[in-house]
């Protein structure tokens, strides 16, 4: 089934020659995750591809793709390296709810910023002790005069040590519960914002993860975009949107684990024979390809349900949970394959593995998503 109309392959194409060219060739995927150093060069070069920020609307300079376009995109550089598209993609998640609020000038302006340079910008939304909880986070912030006082601790923030400005999410001290969330844009810099405790993790070692710290931080009132009525609502609306980039993550580099896994099934020979001739080595060579298919087609089912304003979170998180479990498993087998080679650092497949985990924690554990879709078939069942 031909899923694309030829301007959209063309793009795939171009994405494709790019992640190729610019980062699988010169093997800067490897590089970098050994080095953890953030890959400033190569995102600066998506942006001026037009790579990046696909989905903002042409008022604020974008391209105003649709969803489904962007996961294509989003597929083709998680193929080349998660951590790298993880640091590029953070951007349009910070700006999703700049999107999604009814706040024309804030969002043409940050939106703007990022279309007119090349810059970065950060989601703060989890803390130290409410990650999944999003309801329970702890950060406050107070109104004096025309001014908002945030203070408080957000943990996991992709690029919080690059970003330009952030997108805050904060309660109004004294309430509890989802009540009482506020989402704020905060400029980096501001006195009393800090980032700090660089995180060394498992993988996607390219993407830059820390705290954001909030010491009496003073933003005018005209920073705030959603009020407290609004933003636990729109954080999930935020995540039914951004969930599909990760299921397209999750099909990339499923995607890449069958093509490195294919082509050394066909080069390694044990029993004086290719590998890929042992049958159970040619199991989990086509498994590979139904998860790729069957990933991808939830993807831009998702997305598809995003374009057309359908609002239930469940196809996102079908797409997501389906997308995570798969690529974790994927790339496990990938590593399987080959062999002990694959439990060295010579070969990428036990980078994808490690890079792979992730899909199944952020934007919402795979349990998260499995309770956003049970109580989205309750709630069908009542209607
Ligand atoms: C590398 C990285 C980058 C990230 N980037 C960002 C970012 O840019 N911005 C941002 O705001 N956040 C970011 N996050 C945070 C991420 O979204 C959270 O880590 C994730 O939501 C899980 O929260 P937690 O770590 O607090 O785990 P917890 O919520 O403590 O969960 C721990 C375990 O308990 C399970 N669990 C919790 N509640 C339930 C339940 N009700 N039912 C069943 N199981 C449950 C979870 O599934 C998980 O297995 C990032 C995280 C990482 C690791």
């Known amino acids: 089934m031909n899923l694309l109309t030829e301007e959209q392959s063309m793009m795939v194409e171009a994405a494709r020659r790019f992640v190729r060219e610019q980062i699988i060739e010169p093997r800067l995927d490897m590089a970098l995750d050994r080095s953890g150093e953030f890959p400033h060069a190569i995102i600066e070069a998506m942006w001026e591809q037009g ?6 609307p042409s008022e ?39 999107m999604l609020a009814d706040n024309p000038r804030l969002s043409q302006e940050y939106l703007g910023r990022l279309t007119a340079k090349h810059g970065y910008a950060a989601y703060a939304c989890s803390e ?35 970003a330009d400005w952030y997108t805050v999410f ?18 980096a810099g501001t006195p009393g914002l800090r ?7 498992l993988g996607q070692r390219a993407s830059h993860t820390g705290d954001v710290v909030f010491e009496d931080v003073e933003v005018p009132a005209t920073q705030l ?48 024979e290719p590998i890929i001739n042992h049958q159970m080595v040619a199991a989990m060579l086509a498994d590979m390809e139904i998860s790729y298919l069957a990933s991808r087609l939830l993807c831009l089912n998702a997305a598809s ?19 995570g479990d798969a690529a974790m498993k994927c790339t ?45 078939m309750v709630r069908s069942l009542n209607s």
């Open 60 to 98: 604020a300079g974008g391209a105003g793709l649709s969803c489904y376009d962007h996961t294509l995109i989003i597929e083709e550089l998680n193929y080349g390296c998660l951590g790298i598209a993880t640091s590029a993609i953070a951007n349009s998640l910070a700006a999703l709810p700049l």
């Open 51 to 56: 790579l990046l920020n696909g989905e903002f």
């Open 128 to 162: 130290p002790d409410a990650g999944s909880d999003v309801a329970g986070m702890s950060t406050r912030f107070v109104r004096k005069g025309d001014k908002y006082v945030i203070n408080g601790r957000k943990r996991w923030i992709t690029n919080a040590d690059v």
């Open 225 to 272: 975009l959603a009020g407290p009525e609004h933003g636990f609502k729109l954080a999930m609306a935020t995540f039914d949107r951004s969930r599909p980039w990760i299921a397209a993550g999750a099909a990339g580099v499923i995607r890449r684990a069958r093509d490195e896994a294919l082509r050394y099934a066909t080069e390694r020979r044990a029993f004086g």
């Open 332 to 376: 496990t087998d990938a590593v399987q394959i080959f062999g002990g080679y694959g439990y060295t650092q010579d070969f990428v497949v036990e980078k994808l593995m490690r890079d792979a985990k992730l899909l199944q924690i952020y934007e919402g554990t795979s349990q998260i998503q499995r309770l956003v879709i049970s109580r989205d």
């Open 305 to 323: 349900e995003v374009d057309r304003g359908n609002l239930r979170g469940s196809h996102s998180a079908c797409a997501k949970a389906f997308g």
């Open 170 to 187: 904060a309660r109004e001290q004294g309430t509890s519960g989802h009540k009482g969330i506020a989402i704020f844009v905060v400029e």
């Open 195 to 201: 980032h700090e405790s660089m995180i060394h993790k």
